[in-house]
């Protein structure tokens, strides 16, 4: 149970969704047809679940077990330390990513969509650890920046290029979400200039992590610094019970009851920083 619990939370959400729907599809009490993205079954049936489901289904036999450890692993390590184990923003980042390509999919038309999922990933990696190598196959290391377009001719070459449209649209998904979200000041002489203004002044902020959704995460204290803008933990308020012990009240998202330390918020790591210098510089 601890090394589940040890699990980042949303890499442990997504890893049973995964495990539910693909080994139900393995032992044959469902079908790949029962979860796959059929527009169609979702309008006019109702289907709803079909655009949830058709991220979780990752194959059969070896190539199932490939591709779950394969995720398992870049999901914890990029919301460990890609995301500094901001659990709300990796949540948030992850759902708006599956929306856009769910609106690319409409037009292509991709009926499973867990390469597409994995490919978001990987495009995360290369944007959030660029110099950090990833191992593939155990047999060479490939810098990060460069894992994308790694993986996608090696999915070509073994699961045919159609696997590779797919991984390719969770990509370009990812690329997108993290333009338009983190979309820089352009001085006025770039020809988008206009265009980068406009998405860096009305639409980026409306794409950040809302303070809702820290809440439900777990993260409620929030005050601008001159570093930006930090998300402390929420703090649990005790509650006295019958029998005069204490409890809390977990969030939702949160690691269960692991005995493991808490690890240390972003003001925290700050304040280190600034008081290491400070030493330094003394």
């Avoid at 047809?33 to 049936?45: F, I, Q, T």
């Avoid at 070896?62 to 923003?89: H, I, Q």
């Avoid at 759902?95 to 690319?104: D, F, S």
């Avoid at 390719?168 to 820089?184: E, F």
Wanted: aromatic content about 10%; hydrophobic content about 45%.
């Amino acid at each position: 149970m601890d090394a589940i619990l040890a699990i980042p939370p949303v890499t442990r959400i997504l890893l049973g969704g995964i495990g539910i729907v693909s080994v139900s599809c393995a032992l044959n009490i469902i079908g790949p047809y029962d979860v796959a993205l059929l527009w169609p079954h979702v309008k006019r049936h109702y289907q709803v679940w079909r655009v949830v489901s058709s991220f979780m289904y990752a194959g059969s036999r070896m190539d199932l077990v490939f591709r779950v450890l394969f995720f398992y692993n870049m999901s914890s390590t990029l919301e460990k330390m890609g995301y500094v184990n901001d659990t709300a923003d990796y949540a948030w980042s992850t759902m708006g990513i599956a929306v856009l390509i769910l609106m690319i999919n409409y037009v292509t038309s991709f009926p499973l969509l867990f390469q597409a999922l994995l490919g978001s990933v990987l495009s995360q990696w290369a944007i959030h650890l660029p110099h950090m190598p990833v191992s593939i196959f155990g047999l060479i290391q490939v810098p990060g920046v460069y894992v994308p377009g790694a993986m996608l001719f090696l999915e070509a070459i073994v699961a045919g290029p159609e696997a590779a449209k797919i991984m390719l649209v969770g990509a370009v998904a990812a690329y997108v979400w993290h333009y338009i979200r983190s979309a820089p000041r352009a001085p006025r002489s770039r020809i988008d200039a206009r265009l980068v203004a406009f998405l860096a002044k009305y639409v980026a902020p409306r794409l950040a992590t809302p303070t809702w959704f820290r809440e439900a995460c777990g993260v409620v204290r929030e005050r601008s610094t001159g570093y930006g803008t930090a998300f402390a933990p929420l703090r649990r308020g005790k509650a006295t019970t019958t029998t005069g012990t204490s409890s809390s009240r977990r969030s939702w998202l949160g690691r269960g009851t692991s005995s493991r330390p808490a690890q240390p918020d972003r003001e925290s790591i700050r304040r280190a920083t600034e008081a290491r210098l400070r030493a330094n510089m003394s």
